[in-house]
């Protein structure tokens, strides 16, 4: 019998597992996908009633519950699609150009 | 605890590399939360496949099978006759999906084949009508009208001419016991729709309709207001067969419905139909068929169908 949970496959310098079985979750989030943005949403924490609709409708669900209740988008991951912005029933969510 | 009614536990981990405002990401979030951390998933080659799965990352925090254009509908047969060996087929939920190419076109066959055979799991298609991930192709889910790199408008071309496939009667034929449309604009009936037919023994399936500004040429802001627009228009109905019954959910007026030109007009792959010129026969030739889509379907749920 082959112990295929434990059979590594040499190509080149990497060592792959059988059927290229990755054992991490979430790895993605190593990369910071914020750099591909132009605009940035800027929440307004006054006129937030914490209903979470951005959070729903993220396609990063990158959009956090702060401790209050409310919510903020994690710029990190953040691309800058615009979505909370436009979907925000109090229209607290604004899109500022991004600036370096 | 649930915000704005969808479960707080996420299953794709940020850093995906999904376009921005992808309507599919925000499918594939809505699918993995119905889906619950007792499940596994399944999918075909597609937008989601790529941007999921940078190897050697992945986004997925549930466990996870990659299969090649056609078959995660056979994969989760496989998966499923697994789980009944063992007796564990109640515990663990096996949701399969794709996009519409592999839904509509490459892997028909496959899903076919394993809504004949009755297999226990669930099929999700994330609907956004061409193939995006290799260049915008048409499939058989492209409606009529829209420009893609395969069906170019042009001064010969008016874009794509063929409707898009009906592919929930198509399962319906299957005598599958639920199969449900629905939309990321409404995302807690998205939400409710995909449960019920995780919690529904057998082959069931969802359309799920997702926005794709990169191919639709739309705003990315604007892929949630787009996909209730659909619904609005009554381009993309939401409804459900239960048992081979009809269920209308929205919309369900067909005189209250918004015009079609509302929904068209707002997405690049329909100027050719605004520009240079308005071509009101075929914006018309579009209107009237929504509505007569739509009369039927209301008519099968009145007449219990």
């Known amino acids: 019998m082959i112990d295929f949970e434990n059979v590594k496959l040499k190509i080149g310098d990497t060592e792959i597992t059988i059927g290229a079985v990755l054992e991490s979750n979430g790895s993605t989030s190593n990369l910071k996908t914020g750099a591909w943005r132009s605009m940035r949403p800027v929440t307004d924490l006054e006129k937030c009633i914490s209903c979470g609709i951005c959070w729903s409708l993220c396609p990063e669900g990158c959009i956090i519950k702060r401790k209050d209740g409310k919510f903020e988008a994690d710029l990190d991951y953040c691309k800058g699609c615009g979505i909370c912005a436009n979907e925000c029933p109090v229209k607290a969510i604004t899109m500022v150009m991004e600036e370096k | ?305």
């Not at chain 2, 592999?102 to 066959?109: E, F, M, P, R, V």
């Not at chain 2, 068209?264 to 914006?283: A, D, N, S, T």
């Open chain 2, 1 to 305: 605890m649930a915000i704005a009614g969808l479960p707080e536990e996420e299953y794709l981990s940020c850093g995906h590399r999904a376009c921005a405002g992808c309507g599919a990401a925000t499918a594939i979030r809505l699918i993995t939360k119905a889906a619950g951390k007792n499940s596994i998933l399944v999918e075909s080659t597609g937008c989601i496949e790529v941007i999921s799965t940078p190897y050697p990352e992945t986004a997925w925090k549930l466990p996870w099978i990659h299969g090649a254009f056609e078959n995660p509908s056979s994969i989760a047969s496989g998966i499923s006759a697994a789980l009944k060996a063992k007796g564990i087929e109640d515990e663990i939920n096996v949701v399969a999906f794709g996009g519409d190419g592999s839904t509509y076109d490459i892997g028909l066959g496959h899903i076919s084949g394993a809504f004949e055979r009755g297999d226990n799991f669930t099929y999700i298609c994330y609907d956004n009508e061409a193939y995006m991930n290799t260049g915008i192709q048409r499939s058989g889910a492209t409606p009529y009208g829209a420009s893609t790199t395969t069906s170019p408008a042009g001064r010969e071309s008016i874009g794509k001419v063929e409707w898009k496939k009906d592919i929930i009667h198509i399962l319906a034929a299957h005598k599958s016991p639920y199969l449900a449309s629905a939309s990321i604009g409404y995302p807690t009936d998205a939400f409710k729709k995909i449960r019920k037919a995780i919690e529904t023994k057998g082959p069931t399936f969802v359309n799920l309709f997702a926005t794709c500004p990169t191919g639709w040429r739309s705003d990315p802001a604007k892929s949630i207001e787009l996909a209730k627009l659909a619904v609005e228009t009554g381009v993309v109905p939401l409804y459900e067969i239960i048992n081979g019954k009809h269920v209308v959910g929205m919309p369900r007026d067909i005189s209250k419905l918004k015009p079609v030109e509302e929904y068209l007009k707002v997405q690049g792959r329909y100027r050719h139909l605004f520009r240079p010129e308005k071509k009101e026969m075929e914006i018309n030739f579009i209107q009237e068929r929504v509505k007569e889509n739509l009369a039927l379907l209301l008519e099968y749920a009145e007449t219990g169908h």
